[in-house]
């Protein structure tokens, strides 16, 4: 049983593998995956014209695979659509890429628990109902947490669905927001506006200390 559905896993990514080598030219797939060329990557979906949005969000849906950091692909965002529609297109393609993690955790238990870590399962496992939203709010926020694996995570513990989308979407979708912003100004990286939004990455990245010590008080 084992075995098969590490066969599965295989046969999954080989044919997201497959897909990616129909759509871009070897030398730009190298050339991103080793160098993350945001220009690079401006060009490639530039090339699709009309379509190029639906590859966007395609490159996006796929980055647990492909391993872009997320704000390389959010900048890039809005370096070719602009803050309000480069937001919308990486906040669907991100959303897609929890859920499909979200769903392999889940289908597949042996083979991401290794990749997870049982303990971290354990715990989100023990998260009372109530606390669930909250908690995967923050792990979303909390800077240099591994967020492929939160969302193997919550597949593995068996977290609602929908609690686990409103959760990641309340704590994903300021950072992509701000993200898209800095690429859509990205030929002015010292304006008042892009200060500001330097300051609320900042402040997003504290919110979770603030937030926990908050709730150690309450407790208290």
């Known amino acids: 049983m084992k075995r098969k ?8 990514a080989a044919i997201f593998i497959t897909i990616l080598t129909l759509i871009f030219p070897k ?3 190298i050339s991103l ?3 993350w060329d945001i220009e690079k990557l401006q060009d490639v979906v530039e090339d ?7 590859v966007f969000i395609g490159i996006a849906s796929l980055k647990p695979f492909l391993f872009f950091p997320n704000a390389f692909i959010f900048i890039v965002g809005g370096l070719v659509y602009g803050t309000i529609l480069g937001s919308i297109a990486s906040l669907t393609g ?16 042996h083979v991401f628990m290794r990749f997870v870590g049982r303990k971290h399962v354990i715990k989100l496992q023990s998260l009372k109902d109530e606390e669930i939203i909250r908690v995967l709010f923050t792990m979303r926020v909390t800077p240099g947490f591994p967020i492929d694996a939160i969302s193997y995570g919550a597949g593995l513990a068996g977290i609602p669905y ?6 990641s979407l309340l704590g994903v979708a300021p950072k992509i927001v701000l993200y898209t912003f800095l690429g859509d100004n990205i030929n ?29 008080k309450t407790q208290r």
């Open 5 to 12: 559905k590490t066969l599965m896993v295989i046969g999954v």
């Open 27 to 29: 030398e730009n797939f």
């Open 33 to 35: 995956a080793s160098q």
């Open 48 to 54: 699709f014209g009309a379509w190029g949005i639906l």
């Open 94 to 109: 991100i959303m897609i890429a929890f859920s499909l993690c979200y769903w392999l955790g889940g289908r597949f238990h």
């Open 162 to 167: 929908n609690k686990f989308v409103l959760g």
């Open 188 to 216: 002015d990286i010292f304006s008042l506006q892009a200060i500001i939004a330097y300051i609320s990455l900042l402040l997003l990245a504290i919110l979770p200390t603030w937030l926990h010590k908050r709730s150690d």
